[in-house]
């Protein structure tokens, strides 16, 4: 058995796995490709370019996307509550119109003692305990 | 291996490392990804635009990527669903049934210059391209990407034994057509 050579006997043409790696990757190619559709040169360059300028462009604008809907959402609240608090004021303010109306009736129709027995006794009391509060 | 992919999910959704990654994503992925969307859609322009969308929305939505599939499953599902909603969209636009605008795009290859099949292979896309949908996809991902039924089944959200039968009906049905 050691008089046999352990060196391998076979041998291959020249530059055969340069060859084989090229014929193999070129089968792949037209296995994967065999359906004849086929692309623009340098395409896959271009789209990577494409891609990733939308990529960067649909990002700013999504995020500019988010700041509008605030902002609407945002107007929306201030018109809505603009408008609650004109509503409001317009109640203060036929309210104090119902008021001064009342007050300038009674003045001009009445004399001091029946607007002083319109008051309630609680009210008339507690007034003048305010005003018999000793200065501090 | 597990590993590896999570720290570059996770490249992707850091808003520091986000873009690097992602352009990282599209040099591993166009390739693939446009031939699927391709051979889907038949047209360049078509497939062209397709693959933008599909990488913008993959752009717009990896933060929200759990990691339940492979980036990779995620992905083809993506430029899948894009693919089909492209096709529904066309085709309801100009009035016409899915299956019926596929086989006008594949009636219209042979004009055009981005296609340089044989007629034998022209003769089969245009086969092909009177398949239902499910069977049409299925019969590409399968006879040209030479897709697994384990890899399709995740990619489809669909048991191996429904596609076993798209794949064979629609082998069958490509057989006849071409013995007639």
């Given at each position: 058995m050691t008089d046999f050579n352990t060196k391998n006997p076979f041998k291959i043409p020249e530059n055969y796995f340069k060859n084989l790696e090229d014929s193999l990757l070129k089968n792949a190619k037209s296995i994967s490709y065999s359906h004849g559709f086929t692309i623009p040169k340098d395409y896959f360059n271009t789209l990577e370019e494409d891609i990733l300028h939308k990529a960067v462009k649909?990002?700013?604008?999504s995020r500019r996307k988010i700041a509008l809907g605030i902002a609407t959402i945002a107007a929306t609240l201030a018109v809505l509550l603009n408008l609650s608090s004109i509503e409001n004021s317009e109640t203060i303010i036929e309210d104090q119109a119902f008021n001064d109306y009342i007050e300038s009736y009674y003045l001009d129709n009445s004399d001091g003692y029946?607007?002083?027995?319109?008051?309630?006794?609680?009210d008339m009391g507690q007034d003048f305990e305010d005003y018999n509060k000793k200065p501090k | 291996m597990e590993t590896q992919q999570s720290l570059f999910i996770s490249s992707l959704q850091e808003p520091e490392t986000k873009e690097k990654a992602f352009k990282r994503l599209v040099q591993e992925?166009?390739?693939?990804?446009?031939w699927h969307i391709r051979k889907l859609v038949l047209d360049h322009d078509d497939a062209n635009d397709v693959v933008q969308n599909t990488f913008i929305k993959i752009h717009l939505n990896?933060?929200?990527?759990?990691?339940?599939?492979?980036?990779?499953?995620w992905m083809y599902r993506i430029a899948t669903n894009e693919s089909i909603n492209f096709i529904n969209s066309k085709s309801s636009k100009m009035?016409?049934?899915?299956?019926?605008?596929?086989?006008?795009k594949a009636n219209g290859l042979k004009?055009?210059?981005?296609?340089?099949?044989d007629e034998a292979a022209l003769i089969?896309?245009?086969?092909?391209?009177?398949?239902?949908?499910?069977?049409?996809?299925?019969f590409n991902m399968k006879y040209f990407d030479g897709q697994t039924y384990e890899s399709?089944?995740?990619?489809?959200?669909?048991?191996?034994?429904?596609?076993?039968?798209?794949?064979h009906h629609a082998v069958k049905k490509i057989k006849s057509q071409l013995n007639d």
């Open positions: 649909s990002n700013s604008f029946e607007i002083i027995s319109m008051l309630e006794e609680i | 992925y166009k390739e693939r990804l446009y990896i933060d929200k990527f759990k990691g339940d599939s492979s980036l990779y499953t009035g016409l049934q899915n299956q019926e605008w596929i086989e006008a004009a055009d210059s981005y296609f340089d099949g089969l896309q245009k086969i092909i391209a009177k398949l239902p949908e499910k069977q049409r996809i299925v399709m089944a995740k990619i489809l959200d669909t048991s191996i034994g429904a596609l076993k039968a798209s794949y």
